[in-house]
């Protein structure tokens, strides 16, 4: 049973005495042993919110929904309960799905594809050939959410067995298709059979900030619903849900600077989110440990968002080549604390000191949730 940590050239698994070991991983001998009805969220980014707020919906409606997976409890952990739950909802990453042969769950969920771990992967297509293993198994009762607005979801998707719903915050749904969408007034809306609307909230009663979280409540409503919640159950739930943490995180406001943690924006896609979702001047925090990703896509919401950037940790110097052409730089080789710090300098009253790193956090930390702890120790202590 491997361990999604471990990467298919890791040397142990080149030894000729394992070459005629079955192998399987994690998330699949957990959901085989578990054997409940399965809602399976990947994509790039949103997995995790839209997990936790799909079960935080089916829970709202009385149902008895688990998450786990990729989210920070592992599967395999809840197939050890007793009594199972009525639905397990998965966090999926393409570490869990590539060692995959027989996941099969009922209800897929594809959130938006941009590159990522490309620190791992040879290339995009491979990192989401991985991806797409969540459509292996499909069949016809098999039932889809998808990105209706992401052209690399629609690809990957092709021609799998299965109802598909997408979902949309740019505009209505197609003739003919069903899903969720932003109607008139700001107004989500589900219709998953012909013909018939059904009106949840307004974006703003969201318990979630940004328009990428409205993107996530309407993909998580719709698992929901297919799941047995009714529209008042996700409705209610949907205005009590908070993001978990280090997810464009307020931590403080002290002296007219508010300090964010978006510690879990460990992609450039991800960052580039939290900056549009800035309405003040902003300080960012860039940095980590690198993951292949060019730092220049970030180039046209810095220049709209961004006072200056700290750049640090192994991927500083890349940081600092590929964006202090271009936008205010301050490249910091010390301690992470010397980065806030320098960050802290920078911020003028009436601006944001934004986490957002857009690297993984192994450089300095165990993990991103480690990381946007720290950093929230620091800004309480500025």
Known sequence: VLSPGIPPTAPILQEPALAAVPRVGELEFAWRLLGVPTIAITGTNGKTTVTALAAHLLRAAGIDAAEGGNIGTALSEIALRDPSPAWAVVEASSFQLADTRAFSPEIGVVTNLSPDHLDR???????????????RNATSPSRWILNGEDDAVLALAGDAPGTRLA?????????????GWIAADRLLTLRIRAGTDEP???????????????????AASLAARLAGAGPEAIAEGL??????????????????????NDSKATNVASTRVALRSMQRPTVLLLGGKHKGECYTELLPDLRAHVRGVVAFGEASELVDRDLAPHVPVEQVRGPFEDAVRRAGEMARTGDVILLSPACSSFDMFANYEERGRRFAELAMQA
């Open 121 to 135: 992967y040879p290339d995009v297509a491979s990192y989401y050939a991985d991806k797409g293993r969540i459509f």
């Open 200 to 218: 949840l909230v307004r974006t703003e009663k969201l318990g979630i900030l940004g328009e990428h979280n409205v993107a996530n409540a309407l």
């Open 239 to 260: 205005r009590s849900f908070r993001a978990p943490p280090h997810r464009l995180e307020p931590v403080v406001e002290r002296d007219g600077i508010l300090w964010i």
């Open 167 to 179: 979902f949309r915050v740019t505009g209505p749904l197609l003739e003919g298709e069903l899903g």
